[in-house]
């Protein structure tokens, strides 16, 4: 018999353990051989040597992946008593939905590259998600940060785009810069509007718990105990995309997302991502995710209008005219 004496240090037992104790239940439960004994945050542990050392290495994990997200869901808390590999951020099957949004509607991956996208995202920590329009890639991306808010493993979802006008000019815009600003970022709250509840959107807002901000509000931040989505990639410059993925703090999500046939950049400025993906490639804990028209989950036209403009640039492409 031998004993192994623990302290939660700097952890609220009642966050680590749940209400009613219900997780410390779940460790007697998983290891009936073992005795228990608690008083306050100190704890203690009695048995035969192998039952212990098994305990302390499931437990070190399950410490450990509290201390990351500073939460556990019952979910991950459960799934690290059951087997010996540490769980992913969050756990989703191939058809499982990722979030349910207001009105029952139901949100998860369509298509074999949006699970994909999934996939990776729960793997890495920088996913870049590349594709055309109507591809998913920015609503799958939204669904996995209030999913992760929801399970409280991020603290907050900060969404940002770059400012990049597409034709028309900024400036001219009515208002000040709040309403000259929002309407690039209209796509991620319309994202947001199907999976959250509209008093429980504008709360989060308020209390900045789900900040929607051009690029250029990161500048000098360090991203932490986020999920992090930066859309439109392809219209961030070198710089833009380096000073981005240099914000992010230890225990945060990136994502980013782009459409390389759809750069709007000004003609001297080159785009940063098609950088990115050539400097990053094989890094671990770096997943790329290449979407195409096949992964177009719009009106059945928007798939047919892609592939016959790819069709057309590729013929451009090869004339020598």
Known sequence: MIDFSFKLEGIDPLAFFGAN?????????????????????????????????????????????????RS???????????????PRFGHLGQDDPIVFGPNGLVVK?????????VDASLQNDIVFAVGPAGSGKTYTAVALAVRALKNREVKKIILTRPAVE??????FLPGDLKEKIDPYLRPLY?????????????????????????????????????????DEAQNCTEMQVKMFLTRMGPTAKFIITGDLTQIDLPRHQRSGLPQALR?????????????????????????????AYDRNESDLKTDPQ
């Not at 290891?31 to 008083?39: A, H, K, M, Y």
């Not at 509007?193 to 504008?202: C, I, Q, R, V, W």
Request: aromatic letters at 10%; a negative charge.
């Open 109 to 117: 991956a369509r298509t074999h590259n949006q699970k994909m996208l």
């Open 279 to 307: 400097y990053l490639k094989g890094v671990e804990g770096i997943s790329t995710i290449y979407l195409t028209a096949d992964d177009v989950v719009r009106h059945k036209l928007v798939k047919a209008i892609i592939k």
């Open 190 to 230: 319309d994202a947001l509007e199907d999976m959250l509840p509209p008093a429980k959107l504008a709360g989060y807002i308020e209390n900045h718990i789900i900040e929607i901000a051009p690029l250029a509000f990161m500048r000098g931040r360090t991203l932490d105990r986020a999920f992090v989505i930066l």
């Open 21 to 69: 104790n219900n997780r410390f239940k779940s460790l007697k439960t998983a290891f009936p051989e073992l005795r228990f004994t608690s008083r306050g945050d100190h704890f203690q542990v009695a048995g035969e040597a192998v039952q212990v050392e098994a305990f302390q290495e499931k437990f070190q994990k399950i410490v450990v992946h509290f201390e990351r997200f």
């Open 166 to 171: 597409a034709g028309e000019n900024l400036g």
């Open 72 to 86: 556990i869901s019952d979910e991950d808390f459960a799934m690290l008593l059951l087997d010996n590999d540490q």
